[in-house]
């Protein structure tokens, strides 16, 4: 599966407010200290073994202070690496080097961080017709970069933001009055072609869901044996009816949650949970 980054007109407005926000007024460190615009090489290299992720990310980064910015990746997002890899060279100049450093090896640490932690996840199932898919937990103003890197590790992106598809949960549960209700009500005003996924936490709230078509039916923090049952009960009367697992996913336990038999397994510790992947430059 080939990620794919937002383009230039989304993602550079980020870059550079990003920049901004490290820059201030000014690099006092590179400006006291070169003379003239010197251009120099530099490396990057891999501090810890794990999963590569925003280096076309890091090399916009420093092409935005400097246009004429080689930055030559040695492999691609996706690949695992090895301590000590060096992973990209890059040659322009020394200003724009040493002015960027830390927000391009910020970026892609944290993008290799939840590659490397979604690859694990992705690799307990592997085994089984089950996807993994990520959540709305994200950082704010790094959401389309960490669903980015989600997919560089191998999984799939639930949705991206609240226009992507109608999500019944359970506080709009509470507030509407039902299931069935909920359902009806959002029926008759959704843009086509949206779908409506339901969150359930009990048979009774599956039957329901079941009884008004939802197109896909989210089993929330159900114990293992519920879980069979449910999935069971949805394949017997619907089987066009897409079934996600969600709540308190683990390494430990998505292997086990997958052998009930859903489509889908969705979870936020690959964004929430991962460390940062150490990188580092060296001129």
Known sequence: MKAILPPGIILDPLLQQWLLEDIGRGDHSTAGLLIGNQIKSADWIVKEKGVIAGLSVAARVFQL???????????????????????????????????????????????????????????????????????????????????YAIQVGGAKNHRMGLDDAI?????????VGGIGKA????????????????????????????????????????????????????????????????GNITLETIHSVAETGV?????????TRSTWLDLSMKI
């Open 65 to 147: 202070l400097d246009h004429q910015m080689q930055f030559t990746p040695l492999i691609q997002d996706g690949e695992y690496c090895e301590k000590e890899t060096k992973i990209a060279t890059l040659e322009g100049s020394l200003e724009a080097l040493l002015t960027g450093e830390r927000v391009a090896l910020n970026l892609a640490m944290r993008l290799s961080g939840i590659a490397t932690a979604t690859r694990k996840y992705v690799e307990a199932i592997a085994d089984l017709p089950c996807q993994l898919v990520d959540t709305r937990k994200t950082t704010p103003g790094l959401r389309v970069l960490e669903k």
């Open 167 to 175: 999500m019944i949960k359970d506080n709009h549960i509470a507030a």
């Open 183 to 246: 359902i009806t009500q959002i029926r008759e005003i959704m843009p086509y072609p949206l779908t409506i996924e339901v969150e359930t936490e009990t048979l009774e709230q599956v039957k329901i869901a079941l009884e008004h078509q939802a197109d896909i039916i989210m089993l929330d923090n159900m114990s293992l044996e519920l879980m069979k049952e449910a999935v069971h009960l949805i394949r017997q009367n619907n089987p066009g009816i897409k079934i996600e697992a969600s």
């Open 263 to 271: 489509d889908y397994i969705s979870t936020s510790a690959p964004i």
